[in-house]
């Protein structure tokens, strides 16, 4: 048994439980099956299990968490949701996305329950001011990373906005300085806020957030790399979406831009800008990527991100569950 599967067999229904419970709260029972739905169609659970971890490591006794990882789960799912509208995405976890299932005005009103349920949740934190302050933090560092994420599209968005700002070159710094807000800060979230729901030592927290970031950038780097390469039997998504979709903000693709000769990096810009990107579009990407050894490069920048989240998690007393879901994220297929 994995890591995960171990640690859902000790926590899942417990967070099962919570995320419904948030969920429902005030509820229309002939609203329920749709803004459960999203929830519902599984999800590995890696964040509010790392929230539920973290505080065991730190007092033994994982329940006072509880909210704080329910907080994390309904913030993941809510991004998800409003990403899967901004991306047009149509399949998620192998299954419609909310969008798909019940139409984007629906999606949006479902997001929009979401964001209450969070608040809901963080009424039952042990500190509830101070989770209000972290919660919205985190959000407003999620929804900056998914504009940045957008900027960085090389075309497809004729949004106004997005066309008059979108970047005209960026870098390798730059895609870091995304992911770190679009994933790396809610699982860094996920670590720290499970310290703080059990302890008031700050030295703690701080560890427990430079470990979750780091862990997050390696994470989706590895997200990255699977989206082109992964099974998608396995991984739940369409293989080569980010080649499909324009963007830049995919390690390996802007890890590719920055080594390709001229020819070859213009190559990939043409096909990155072209309206509609097919599969023979995506198999040339590939060879371009391949050629200049990106994959590997991305492999290897995950690897470096997981020895400092190693670095910081030393910090943290009783650890091993930490380290071996640091391992997971590195090593995951799916």
């Given at each position: 048994?994995?890591?995960?599967?171990?640690?859902?067999?000790?926590?899942?229904?417990?967070?099962?439980?919570?995320?419904?419970?948030?969920?429902?709260?005030?509820?229309?029972?002939?609203?329920?099956?749709?803004?459960?739905?999203?929830?519902?169609?599984?999800?590995?659970?890696?964040r509010p299990l790392l929230t539920l971890a973290a505080a065991e490591a730190v007092s033994g006794d994982w329940r006072p968490a509880l909210?704080?990882?329910?907080?994390?789960?309904?913030?993941?799912?809510?991004?998800?949701?409003?990403?899967?509208?901004?991306?047009?995405?149509?399949?998620?976890?192998?299954?419609?996305?909310?969008?798909?299932?019940?139409?984007?005005?629906?999606?949006?009103?479902?997001?929009?329950?979401?964001?209450?349920?969070?608040?809901?949740?963080?009424?039952?934190?042990?500190?509830?001011?101070?989770?209000?302050?972290e919660v919205a933090k985190v959000i407003k560092a999620i929804d900056e990373g998914e504009r940045l994420d957008i900027l960085f599209e090389?075309?497809?968005?004729?949004?106004?906005?997005?066309?008059?700002?979108?970047?005209?070159?960026?870098?390798?710094?730059?895609?870091?300085?995304?992911?770190?807000?679009?994933?790396?800060?809610?699982?860094?979230?996920a670590a720290k806020w499970g310290v703080m729901s059990v302890s008031d030592d700050p030295s703690l927290a701080d560890a427990a957030w430079?470990?979750?970031?780091?862990?997050?950038?390696?994470?989706?780097?590895?997200?990255?790399?699977?989206?082109?390469?992964?099974?998608?039997?396995?991984?739940?998504?369409?293989?080569?979406?980010?080649?499909?979709?324009?963007?830049?903000?995919?390690?390996?693709?802007?890890?590719?831009?920055?080594?390709?000769?001229?020819?070859?990096?213009?190559?990939?810009?043409?096909?990155?800008?072209?309206?509609?990107?097919?599969?023979?579009?995506?198999?040339?990407?590939?060879?371009?990527?391949?050629?200049?050894?990106?994959?590997?490069?991305?492999?290897?920048?995950?690897?470096?991100?997981?020895?400092?989240?190693?670095?910081?998690?030393?910090?943290?007393?009783?650890?091993?569950?930490?380290?071996?879901?640091?391992?997971?994220?590195?090593?995951?297929?799916?």
């Open positions: 048994m994995d890591i995960v599967s171990a640690l859902h067999a000790k926590y899942g229904e417990a967070v099962e439980r919570a995320l419904e419970r948030y969920l429902a709260i005030d509820l229309s029972q002939d609203f329920r099956e749709e803004v459960l739905y999203q929830v519902k169609t599984g999800g590995k659970r890696l909210p704080a990882a329910a907080i994390v789960e309904l913030i993941h799912n809510y991004s998800l949701i409003y990403d899967d509208i901004i991306d047009r995405g149509d399949v998620r976890r192998g299954l419609p996305t909310v969008r798909k299932a019940y139409g984007d005005n629906a999606a949006i009103l479902i997001g929009i329950w979401y964001r209450e349920a969070i608040e809901e949740a963080v009424l039952d934190t042990p500190k509830p001011v101070l989770f209000a302050r090389y075309a497809g968005r004729e949004d106004p906005y997005f066309v008059k700002a979108r970047r005209r070159e960026v870098s390798v710094e730059d895609y870091v300085k995304m992911v770190s807000l679009k994933t790396g800060v809610l699982i860094a979230a430079s470990f979750g970031l780091n862990a997050g950038i390696a994470f989706q780097i590895i997200d990255d790399v699977l989206d082109i390469y992964g099974d998608p039997k396995k991984f739940g998504k369409e293989i080569g979406k980010d080649i499909k979709e324009h963007k830049r903000g995919n390690a390996p693709v802007v890890i590719a831009l920055s080594r390709l000769a001229p020819e070859g990096r213009e190559r990939l810009l043409s096909i990155l800008a072209k309206h509609s990107v097919g599969e023979a579009d995506v198999r040339e990407a590939v060879a371009l990527l391949d050629s200049v050894g990106a994959r590997e490069e991305a492999l290897e920048m995950a690897r470096r991100y997981r020895d400092e989240a190693e670095r910081h998690l030393a910090k943290l007393p009783n650890n091993a569950v930490l380290k071996e879901l640091l391992n997971f994220i590195l090593e995951r297929q799916y």
